[in-house]
């Protein structure tokens, strides 16, 4: 199910803001440790993962596959704390049930190969958007590591995962232009085959690379030992997956509307707790919003995005940060420059074909936007308010609040499909645009 909403008066930023905006955890990050949680050799815990629909429907999916996931204060906090931690306790993998993966690309992609390891079988089936999503080349690639999967041919949504309690792995060989996640949901569980997997890719580059990385290094910190020397292959050996114990880092993507607010509105916007080592894709902002003229400084205090309330449009190559597109877009449409974003024709597989979605929406609000084959020529000019249709596409609409900081009277389509991957949009820009910077020469009386 689709959660509801409403169209969203979009606020604009009358004043310089002077803001800090916490943000919840990484959706990459949290549902990579809840699968190798799910299949590591003990109980983890996981310190502020983010609870909002992509996850929390991955921790549905592998509770009803036998997996214990209990909701905990974090250690030492009074028993009026609210429950800040998963508790994951693994457990044998069982069949026989039917899983929602939404629209979330994790759960969809993520899901099948550790089903494979489970004992009976298990459907998968999700938002009508989700039936429409590549899944093909995972499934094909779990078919030649030995595993029974029906999904009547369409290499789509639904399918059933027949899982027979184990998997005999090895090398196989698959297309990953059109999404990461069929590389990252192999590696993911593919300590626990019988001969582990060597994934060999063959096709156009791999999109959204730092998310491999992202992989592989969760991998590695969990004790499996993975190769990744060659290009476009992956090697992970068959061994225990060990319990985890981390503390999730705040979704970097997500800050990307709140500090592209510093840059539209002018003043800064600070995100705490950005990390100084990460291999989330959103850290890739820091250099994005610097060329699109924001002053940028990270420091012990988190990172602190600062503008004058101009915006410069560039040329720019986006296929290993493609999820950042909608944003990049929407501050382009502001800009007092031309932009030419290139590298992503895939992400017109992601929650809606961004592209079509992006020239549409801000052609509707007078824009002059073209799609290219593989991106968006975008050059700026005067916008008025109108709807700004969302597609189910939580980028989308924060792509429709950044341009309503500006343009007076733009209605963004159902703002809750925000939640995701961010549990209360809405509130945290209002928070943001209740912060405001105190005036440099506050009117003295006389
Ligand atoms: O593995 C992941 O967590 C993700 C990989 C990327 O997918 P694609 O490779 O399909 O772009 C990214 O865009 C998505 O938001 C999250
Ligand atoms: C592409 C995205 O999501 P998903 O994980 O569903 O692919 C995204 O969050 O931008």
New binding site residues.
Partial sequence: MTPPGGDWPAPTAPRRLQAVVPLPGS??LTNRFLVLAALANDRSRLRLPLRSR?TLLMAQALRALGVGIQDVRAEGAPVSAPATDWLVTPGELRGDTRLDVG????VMRFVPPVAALAHGPVELDGDAGARVRPMGPVVDALRVLGADIDDGGRGCLPLTVRGRGGLRGGPVTLDASS?S?FVSALLLAGARYDEGVTVHHDGKPVPSEPHIAMTVETLRDAGVDVDDAEPNTWRVEPSEISALDVQVEPDL?NAGPFLAAALVAGGSVRVPDWPQHTTQAGDALRDILDAMGADVSLDREGLTVSGDGSVGGLDIDLHDAS?LTPLVAALAALADSPTWIRGVAH?RF??TDRLAALASELNALGGDVTETEDGLRIRPVPLRGGRFRTYHD??MATAGAVVGLRVPGVQVEDVATTT??LPDFPGLWASMLAQTQVAEHPASGD
């Avoid at 629209?103 to 994790?106: E, F, H, Y």
């Fill in positions: 959706k990459s992509d629209l979330a690309g994790t999404s996640q993507s999820e992400i992601h929650e939580h980028r995701k991957t």
